[in-house]
């Protein structure tokens, strides 16, 4: 039988797929993790910074000399809590840096209330986080703006978020090595219906030609119904096969004997040397269209049967002996002995009916190729765990030609003479032989004749 190489793999594609979506969601997880904590830490740190901010400007307490600045030890130390981060500050009081560093950047815009802004500028060799805070406050004559910064290098932060997100990147390795073994689970799970389906059809003898209605999943149905299809359109050629060869057989024979008989009477009547001549040459044409046709009906029924093989228990004696009752008449004309010899029974499995047509078809052979007066022997025994049944004639032999050439399709040896054959019956055999799982044959006899032996699988 010929293999069919597969044509991908659904499943692989499949598990590649789910692999892909894994990967995905797996960068996905991983960067909205990080922006959120990089958020979450600067909004978390800008809080603290402008608090300090605010609480350093509500500290700023108006003198009669000025503005005192007390800078509460608190205050940075509540920011100097996250890490080793660097902390500058600035305070202007009128425009001028009354305190602090007096290059700390100042906002684009300045803030306009005690609220805190908040921006990041370049300082040193760091980026600064700085919080803003301005107010007015009256000293002397009359208001005085007043704007306190304070900056803070977020070195800190970005350790935070580094390990968070290396966090973030673990789980996303895990996610996705977690969904390998589940991908390749439920990409094997999907296809056990399939699977399922394919062994329950499997499973079906050679006959079994009804529709499939193995329970399966929506998806299958359109699959299911093309089998059945398929399954019904077999059917009905099969049976219309089966009904050619009864029918063709019948119709082809019927006629053919009736021309065969009116010859023979024709050939009876005429005196006419030429006429003869003719009829018996006409005689033997339709006897050779007999033969062609029942053999191609028959080697077409073996084929057909050997397709779908029956396997019941066959006794080859008792099927070797209706044979050779068959043949008796035949057997008679030629005035040869025709005997079945061992006991039976012989048991085998297979189809009585294509057991029948190979030993027909070796009886046949022994008596056509045999001369009158001689003897055609039905052995029947057992070697090897194989039954046998050989069939011994005394005929003119094989004369030389090779056996392998005997059993092609319409071949014949050169040694027929004028004995009429198609060229099948040998051919019908080996198949036969070939189906039921056993093999054939032919052997010229040292003495003179013939053996045919047809080894099949004893019970
Ligand atoms: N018992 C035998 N003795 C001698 N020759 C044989 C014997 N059996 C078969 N052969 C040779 O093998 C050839 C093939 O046999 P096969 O039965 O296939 O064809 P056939 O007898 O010529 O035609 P048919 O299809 O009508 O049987 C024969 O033509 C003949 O040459
Ligand atoms: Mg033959």
Redesign the pocket.
């Given at each position: 039988m010929k293999r069919i190489l597969p044509n991908g793999s659904l499943r692989a594609k499949l598990v590649v797929q789910l692999l892909v979506v894994a990967a995905v969601l797996a960068v996905l997880l991983y960067f909205t993790v990080r922006t959120t904590a990089d958020r979450a830490a600067e909004a978390t740190q800008d809080a603290i910074l402008g608090a300090a901010t605010t609480s350093i400007a509500e500290q700023l307490r108006a003198t009669e000399d000025g503005i005192e600045v007390d800078l509460a030890y608190a205050t940075f130390s509540m920011l100097g809590a996250i890490g080793q981060d660097r902390l500058f500050y600035r305070i202007d009081i009128g425009g001028e840096t009354v305190t602090g560093y007096d290059d700390l950047p100042l906002p684009a815009v300045q803030p306009a209330s005690l609220a805190a802004a908040f921006y990041t500028a370049p300082y040193l060799d760091a980026e600064l986080r700085i919080a803003v805070v301005a107010r007015s406050m009256i000293v002397g004559k009359g208001p005085v703006p007043v704007v306190v910064l304070v900056g803070q290098t977020r070195l800190g932060q970005a350790a935070i978020a580094d390990s968070l997100a290396n966090r973030a990147a673990l789980i996303g390795l895990g996610f996705f090595l977690l969904a390998v073994p589940l991908s390749l689970l439920s990409a094997g799970s999907l296809f056990n219906p399939i699977n399922r389906l394919a062994e329950a059809v499997g499973r079906r003898g050679p006959r079994d030609l009804r529709p499939v209605r193995h329970p399966s999943p929506r998806e299958l149905a359109p699959l299911i119904g093309a089998l059945n299809g398929f399954v019904a359109r077999l059917r009905g050629a099969l049976s219309q096969t089966e009904t050619f060869i009864a029918e063709a057989a019948h119709h082809i024979r019927t006629p053919l004997s009736t021309v065969r008989t009116e010859a023979e009477i024709a050939l009876r009547q005429s005196n006419d040397e030429g006429t003869r001549v003719r009829l018996r040459s006409m005689i033997r044409g339709v006897e050779a269209s007999a033969?062609?046709a029942?053999?191609l009906l028959d080697h077409a029924m073996v084929l057909y049967r050997s397709d779908q093989l029956e396997s019941v228990a066959v006794d080859l004696a008792s099927v070797a002996h209706s044979v050779a009752r068959a043949f008796e008449p035949t057997a008679e004309l030629k005035e040869l002995v025709l005997s079945v010899v061992g006991e039976g029974p012989l048991m085998t499995t297979g189809d009585p009916l294509l057991v029948e047509s190979a030993l027909r078809?070796?009886v046949?052979?022994?008596i056509?190729?045999?001369e009158a007066e001689t003897e055609v022997r039905i052995v029947l025994s057992r070697a090897e765990g194989m039954a046998v049944v050989q069939?011994y004639?005394q005929?003119?032999?094989?004369?030389g030609?090779p056996?392998v050439?005997?059993?092609?399709r319409?071949?014949?040896?050169?040694?027929?003479g004028d004995?009429?054959?198609?060229?099948?019956?040998?051919?019908?055999?080996t198949e036969v032989a070939a189906a039921l799982g056993g093999r054939f044959e032919?052997t010229q006899i040292e003495t003179g004749?013939?053996c045919?032996s047809l080894f099949l699988p004893a019970l």
């Open positions: 033969r062609s029942s053999q078809n070796l046949d052979n022994a056509k190729y045999s069939v004639d005929g003119r032999g094989l004369q030609v056996v050439q005997l059993t092609g319409f071949t014949r040896g050169q040694n027929v004995v009429v054959g198609s060229g099948l019956g040998l051919t019908i055999v032919l004749g013939t045919a």
